[in-house]
């Protein structure tokens, strides 16, 4: 059964600065898959990541995938108050009929 | 627009009434999904239909949930007698080879 795990569950950072989100996961993962949650609103996809060493960025936002460690990271540069929101990632579970397994998510806060 | 759209918004009920949301996913997409987000937690699968195949239903929280999908497109996902633990957004998404999108989440509040 795959399990996925983000830290931290809540990050308050200041506009400027640089910090990593963590997401873990337990078994082999085909894909792993980043999205950003506004309050209210429903999932915006970020990056699809599919292969070892793959590194994906927009903008401020940067992927990474290690499928050797089963870790991802997003990594923030220069954060912006936009960026304020909730972010996930999902394991792609092959077993389980092509099932979503999402971590507990991330809620970015970052102070003006 | 071209993205996946739920009905209704938002559901208020009282409990132990019977509520019906409805998904209607992206054209050709062969997979659906039903998720569900409690206030302040993370997502919760709950149902899975590709294609002609039978519907993967691990996800369902009792047999009060259930759901289907005509015609290979839209689903309704029907929760009967609902409780009030039954409250949260009720997301649906549809897929490609790359990505899932998500539907807007219909906002199911039982009083």
């Known amino acids: 059964e795959l399990k996925v795990e983000q830290n931290p569950l809540f990050l308050s950072m200041q506009e400027g600065k640089n910090y990593t989100i963590y997401c873990n996961y337990s078994t082999t993962s085909d894909r792993l898959y980043w999205y950003r949650q506004d309050p209210g609103k429903s999932l915006e996809s970020l990056f699809v990541l599919l292969s070892n060493g793959a590194v994906k960025q927009e903008g401020r936002l940067m992927a990474s995938l290690d499928t050797k460690a089963r870790l991802s990271t997003l990594h923030i540069t220069a954060a912006v108050h936009d960026l304020s929101a909730t972010y996930f990632c999902a394991g792609l579970n092959n077993n389980a009929g092509n099932m979503l397994t999402f971590g507990g998510g991330t809620r970015l806060m970052v102070k003006p | 627009g071209a993205g996946v759209s739920q009905s209704p918004s938002n559901k208020v009920t009282e409990k132990g009434k019977d509520v019906e949301l409805r998904c209607d996913p992206i054209?050709?997409?062969?997979?659906l999904y039903w998720y569900r987000q409690s206030l302040g937690q993370g997502l919760e699968f709950l149902i899975y239909f590709q294609g002609n195949s039978a519907p993967d239903k691990s996800g369902l929280p009792s047999d009060r949930f259930s759901a289907e999908r005509t015609g290979g497109s839209v689903s309704t996902l029907t929760i009967q007698r609902t409780q009030q633990e039954d409250s949260a957004v009720y997301l649906c998404?549809?897929?490609?080879?790359?990505?899932?999108?998500f539907g807007p989440g219909t906002r199911l509040t039982v009083l």
């Open positions: 998404a549809s897929n490609n080879y790359r990505a899932k999108f």
């Open positions: 054209s050709g997409h062969t997979a």
